[in-house]
């Protein structure tokens, strides 16, 4: 552990106590998505566009709503298209036109497995029969799906009303939504007087978040127009806005329940089934539930984007980085939102850059919408920078940790999109990585002949800070309930809690966390952008400083004395005048209903920022089968900074877990798409995600580098460890084989091709 | 997912008839690990599906110098047969490799080859250990070797209301060994780019090959029994400059596409690595230094 100043006393924050979930999920009671079953209840099935892009001639559902066990028979004339506006999600901002035409198709599709119509049927399988009955003609469109062609002067348009902006000018007839650019200094001046510029371009495939639970909504619309939502959801509060803008119905008349989420690392912010649950509920009279099958979520959710993003860097003759430039491109899918903004500002963050230019591109293409994905936009651009320096140290013969550390950006390095960085850990974890075991090591040759290598990169993510809120009931047994808004997709329940019970000086046990529905607990931005640890546990501070507060008075009133003469030390309640009177918080809430009534109070939260971010460092040994191409991840550390972490365990996993979904972008994962736009290998078979005989246990080391914008130091860790898995992998890669990967996945057959140019010579 | 009826058979009799009801709209079930999800997958409709696992047949299992393979014994049954796996190693490279756990305890060798992908595992190591099938239908029972099972993806020999009843395998002779290897980019979980399986007989000196036989997966519509390649080893000298020989004329038998699981180009290499591979994993055990 690395710290800087005397670090906070806890007594929970830090501990690993059991989680507050953990035995529902052992035994298989927690409720998620798909296991809700209500009343009276029956099943959504929905017709998907067998193309990528057509118009729709003519849709008959008549035979469909004639077969025996259809109740509700739904296309896009019953969800009718809304005025286009902004939809603030918390994280990102959609359009509501878009979003609406996503969803369901109205006049065209622009995706394969784009909705065109729903059924609701006393089964699944009479819904999927009668899905068939569904007659649908389409005008089939050449469907636009590479980059090249999107952006080509002349280029098919994909949505005739988007209006994109280059550079703030307003574009007609275009699939560029958006062009950016960020700069600062003079990058050409400053490459002209460089020692050494090398320039390079990478190919990154869009790859999908894989979370084992498919998207699952049930909804109930009453004849008295309230809509009841349970739902697998990172964003509670943003399905009830979405349903709310779409089905243009007040946002009060809305309740969402977010079920138990079996993963979402960004892809279950999006809505998908909601709206299409509640139409079909509204005209059956019934709750309506539907669910996606594997092949759906691939084809129709929304994975990260791939794209191309070439990258140029100078350096001096120390070493020192000049100047460096990227144009970024990515596919956002059929409509605008590749998350380029975050690219664009975390592609140098890790790196003192005096001169930049970053270009940036939101280009709509004929796939399914993307989403956020771990750190979303990031891992592409720095697969791109990272692999580049690490080719940069080989030219100017550099050894790579060296380069890191004279160039790191650091507490008042200015990053590429303005801000200035306050306190953060990037130099904490390159010399936590630089004093490993594993860094100390000697990889040995192989006895087998095969080929090993090591490799290193950094990676950042910034996160958000937002809107929370937090509920604390006080018992009368003296422990506690906490409802908070966030669904838990990463321990978060707990962490949350723990920070409250560090707070009211119980043990984490005792405080009991629930996450609320939308009518039960405060509004909560979505659980995302490494926020819920971090701005969510703030508000259960500022909870949890309010219950003590009240108590104090209400203990003051028993002892008859003044608030100011009440202390909480310890979990203790003590008389400043008399030293002998004490209240355990158990004793103290036992005499509420004798002071007043209950204690239940919300803390609300407003947080600016991240604090910082989190910077993260990894380092990996592979091995490469010359034979076939075949590598294996010998050896694995990822560390980063969490400020302060409040459950290690959980940060542990997260760090392991994102390093494991990175490798995963970095050996196989991609989207294997027909020139028609239809993903070819939509299992898990064929979409392969590392599985657990495919990586090694990965070593953590947490950096602790306080967060000055927590009243603990705690900072957001979720995302960036998918950040500099695939450039580490890379530059291991090209240890081992002599030879460079500029497009991912980097899979066996590219690595033979690679090794067979290296032969001859190429 | 069209309805369709089951139909749990107690003898060969009961089963080939309702195959020969249903013709085409029947298929016969043993672990489903395959048939479910093609159902489930639309990829075609049943009406009748007929579950073989009652059949005494078809779960029997019986080592008597050469081993019968009811068409419905469970992988797991086969490799945990110690006395099976020490005579019969390719079998069990493979049944140890199909799918995980679970689906080695359901899923059958018998089914593998009835399903009549290219890329199964469990096909080649039966044709290199001279498997030949037993089929029964309306009019009788007759007998093929494995190699010509396979007709085409999914596509096999059975007529309408024919069945397969097991896989019959010669006692190996003195100095024989076998192996299987698949070459797939994860560890686990995965579906073969290519899959070889090797037989080699050895003289007594241990030095000299006898026989061979070499079958080739996924680099073509059918399993591929590598006949020029498995005849060139007879009475070569076993080494590795043989089998990478060996290696070279089996990729020429090979007729692979180009998919999202591997090149042409990939896939020849990969016969050829393999091919060799296997050959000298086959010679070890042979030697009885496996």
């Known amino acids: 552990m690395t710290t800087t100043e005397k670090p906070q006393e806890f007594n929970v924050v830090g501990t690993r106590p059991i989680r507050h979930d953990g035995v529902d999920k052992v035994l298989g009671r927690a409720l998620y998505g798909a296991d809700i079953r209500l009343a009276s209840m029956i099943y959504g099935a929905v017709l998907r566009s067998p193309h990528a892009h057509a118009k729709i001639t003519r849709i008959d559902t008549s035979k469909a709503e004639a077969m025996p066990g259809v109740f509700a028979v739904m296309s896009g004339k019953d969800m009718p298209l809304v005025a286009s506006g902004a939809l603030d999600l918390g994280e990102t901002v959609d359009d509501t036109a878009f979003t609406s035409d996503r969803i369901m198709a109205h006049s065209k599709v622009v995706y394969k497995g784009h909705p065109v119509a729903a059924v609701a049927a006393i089964d699944s399988n009479t819904g999927l029969e009668a899905l068939k009955l569904i007659e649908v003609e389409y005008e089939v469109l050449k469907p636009v799906i590479t980059l090249e062609d999107a952006m080509a002067p002349g280029a098919i348009v994909i949505h005739e009303g988007l209006i994109g902006s280059d550079l703030g000018e307003q574009v007609k007839n275009t699939n560029i939504a958006v062009h950016n650019r960020l700069e600062f200094g003079d990058p050409e001046a400053a490459f002209d007087q460089s020692k050494t510029v090398i320039e390079r371009t990478f190919i990154i495939s869009r790859a999908h978040q894989g979370y084992i639970e498919p998207h699952a909504s049930t909804a109930f619309w009453a004849p008295d127009g309230k809509i009841t939502v349970w739902t697998t959801t990172q964003a509670p509060f943003g399905v009830r806005k979405t349903i709310s803008a779409l089905l243009n119905q007040p946002l009060s008349n809305i309740k969402v329940t977010p079920t138990e989420i079996g993963g979402g690392f960004g892809g279950k912010i999006p809505v998908y089934l909601e709206p299409l649950a509640a139409v079909l509920s509204k005209k059956a009279g019934r709750p309506v539930k539907i669910q996606m099958d594997r092949r759906a979520v691939f084809e129709a959710s929304g994975p990260g984007p791939g794209g191309t993003v070439k990258v140029k860097m100078g350096v001096d003759d120390k070493g020192k980085i000049t100047a460096a430039t990227a144009d970024i491109r990515y596919g956002a899918g059929a409509y605008p939102g590749a998350s380029i903004g975050a690219a664009a500002s975390g592609i140098f963050a890790c790196y003192e850059v005096p001169n930049v230019r970053v270009d940036s591109y939101d280009i709509v293409i004929n796939m399914s919408k993307t989403a956020a994905y771990r750190a979303p936009g990031t891992p592409q651009a720095t697969f791109a920078s990272e692999t580049l320096v690490g080719e940069l140290c080989e030219i100017i013969g550099m050894d790579p940790m060296e380069f890191h550390l004279l160039n790191a950006s650091k507490e008042g390095t200015r990053r590429p999109d303005g801000p200035l960085f306050p306190r953060v850990g990037n130099e904490g974890c390159l010399l936590a990585i630089k004093g490993s075991d594993h860094f100390k090591s000697t990889l040995e040759p192989s006895a087998e002949g095969k080929l090993r290598g090591r490799g290193m990169a950094s990676g950042y993510w910034n996160g958000i800070g937002n809107k929370s809120s937090v509920t604390i009931n006080v018992n009368e047994d003296g422990l506690v309930s906490l409802i908070e808004g966030n669904p838990d997709i990463g321990g978060t329940r707990t962490t949350i809690a723990m920070q409250a019970a560090e707070i009211l000086g119980l043990p984490a046990e005792d405080v009991h966390p629930a996450v609320g529905d939308t009518d039960s607990i405060g509004y909560s931005d979505l659980t995302a952008g490494s926020r819920t640890t971090y701005a969510t546990g703030t508000a259960a501070i500022e909870a949890a400083r309010m219950v003590i507060d009240e108590m104090k008075k209400r203990v003051a009133m028993i002892w008859e004395t003044e608030y100011e003469n009440i202390e909480h030390i310890d979990g203790m309640f003590i008389s400043k005048v008399a030293p002998d009177q004490k209240f355990t918080f158990k004793e103290a809430a036992g005499k509420l209903g004798q002071t007043g009534g209950p204690v239940a109070l919300t803390g609300t939260v407003n947080v600016r920022g991240s604090g910082g971010g989190s910077f993260g460092t990894h380092l990996v040994d592979v091995e490469v089968d010359p034979d076939t191409g075949k590598v294996e991840i010998l050896r694995y550390t990822a560390a980063q900074d969490a400020g302060k972490a409040v459950h290690p365990s959980y940060v542990e996993g997260q760090f392991q877990g994102g390093a494991v979904q990175g490798i995963g972008w970095a050996l196989n994962e991609e989207y294997y798409t027909s020139e028609d736009g239809v993903m070819i290998n939509s299992t898990f078979l064929d979409y392969r995600m590392p599985t657990s005989l495919d990586v090694p246990m990965i070593d953590t080391i947490i950096v602790e580098v306080p967060n000055v914008n927590h009243p603990f130091g705690v900072r957001g860790i979720g995302e960036t460890s998918i950040v500099p898995p695939a450039p580490a992998v890379a530059n291991a890669l090209a240890d081992a084989i002599g030879a460079r990967l500029y497009q991912t996945p980097m899979n066996p057959g590219r690595i033979l091709e690679a090794l067979a140019a290296k032969q001859s010579g190429k | ?290």
Request: aromatic share 4%.
């Open chain 2, 1 to 290: 997912m069209h309805p369709y009826q089951y139909i749990p058979a107690t003898n060969i009799t009961e089963a080939v008839s309702a195959l020969a009801r249903y013709g085409n709209r029947a298929r016969i079930l043993a672990g489903g690990t395959d048939l479910l999800v093609q159902l489930r997958g639309e990829r075609y409709e049943l009406d009748a599906v007929v579950d073989a696992k009652a059949i005494p047949e078809l779960v029997e299992l019986t080592l008597d110098g050469g081993l019968t393979i009811g068409a419905a014994v469970p992988c797991y049954q086969v490799y945990e047969n110690l006395a099976i796996a020490a005579a019969f190693p390719g079998i069990i490279d493979a049944a140890s490799l199909i799918g995980g756990i679970q689906i080695q305890s359901r899923a059958s060798l018998g089914g593998n080859l009835c399903n009549s992908t290219p890329s199964a595992d469990g096909i080649c190591p039966l044709i290199v250990h001279s498997g030949v099938v037993t089929i029964t239908g309306v009019d009788g029972t007759r007998t093929m070797p494995v190699e010509e099972f396979s007709t085409g993806p999914g596509r096999n020999a059975l007529g309408n209301g024919e069945m397969l009843i097991s896989i019959n395998l010669p006692k190996p002779a003195a100095h024989f060994g076998a192996a299987y290897q698949r070459f797939i980019p994860r560890n686990e979980m995965d579906i073969a780019v290519v899959g070889v399986a090797s037989a080699i007989t050895l003289d007594a000196t241990g030095q000299k090959v006898e026989s061979a036989r070499i079958a080739l997966a996924s680099v073509g519509p059918t399993p591929i029994f590598a006949k020029q390649a498995s005849e060139f080893l007879a009475g070569q000298t076993a080494t590795e400059e043989t089998f990478a020989k060996a290696g070279a004329i089996a990729s020429t038998e090979a007729t692979p596409i180009s998919d999202m699981r591997g090149t042409i180009k990939q896939r020849h290499h990969l016969v050829e690595v393999l091919t060799r591979r296997t050959l000298v994993q086959a010679v070890r055990r042979a030697r009885g230094n496996a």
